[in-house]
């Protein structure tokens, strides 16, 4: 029991605030509860936040990346979904072979462009966008189920991400669907059965 509060303590400590919500979710039982709310594991989600600290510090450590690109970086159970702006296709290939050596890293799902970066108005869209649908889900999925889907917006194009029964994630996409200024709906969903 006292390694189990040391461990949340020390958890708090390392990744900062972030953890900080989902450690107290979790209280003694650390090791492979389920934190209330979503279907992930605490370690998973753990795991998930280290995965994108990771990748986001591979991105700030290479110089070209960091002052000519726009990437980010969500992971949901193990699943990398890589989005924005890169400025070529070598930059992207070894972007995706560095971050396929994280650990916990079960799949890389690269939809970066090769271009440009956007602009601010065009990622306030895309931000907008994002909360129109996460607040459709929240109100409109049944038992919480809205909270457990995270939602990136990328040039309007919407990527969902949760682990859902395929009635579920047919539901959730139907939900994003009615949101203005969708263009295309990408499925980064782990079925569950």
Do not use: W
């Not at 107290?24 to 795991?47: F, N, P, S």
């Not at 159970?77 to 079960?106: C, F, H, M, Y």
């Not at 949760?162 to 996409?173: S, V």
């Amino acid at each position: 029991m006292v390694r189990g509060i040391l461990l949340i303590v020390s958890i708090t400590l390392l990744y900062g605030c972030a953890a900080a919500p989902m450690v107290l979710g979790v209280g003694a039982a650390a090791g492979g509860a389920m934190v209330a709310g979503d279907r992930r594991t605490a370690g998973m989600m753990m795991d998930d936040e280290r995965i994108e600290l990771k990748t986001m510090n591979i991105i700030a450590a290479d110089t070209i990346l960091r002052d000519s690109s726009h990437i980010n970086a969500t992971s949901y159970n193990g699943q990398l979904l890589l989005t924005g702006e890169i400025p070529d296709e070598i930059s992207s290939k070894a972007l995706v072979a560095r971050v396929k050596k994280i650990e916990r890293v079960t799949v890389v799902k690269n939809e970066m462009l090769v271009g440009p970066v956007s602009d601010s108005a065009s990622r306030t869209q895309d931000s907008a966008i994002t909360a129109r649908i996460k607040s459709r889900l929240i109100s409109q999925l049944e038992s919480g189920l809205g909270q457990d889907i995270k939602v990136v917006t990328e040039r309007r194009s919407v990527y969902l991400m949760g682990l859902l029964t395929k009635a579920e994630a047919e539901q959730a996409i139907a939900i994003a669907r009615t949101v203005d200024g969708v263009q295309r709906i990408v499925k980064v969903f782990e079925y569950q059965e």
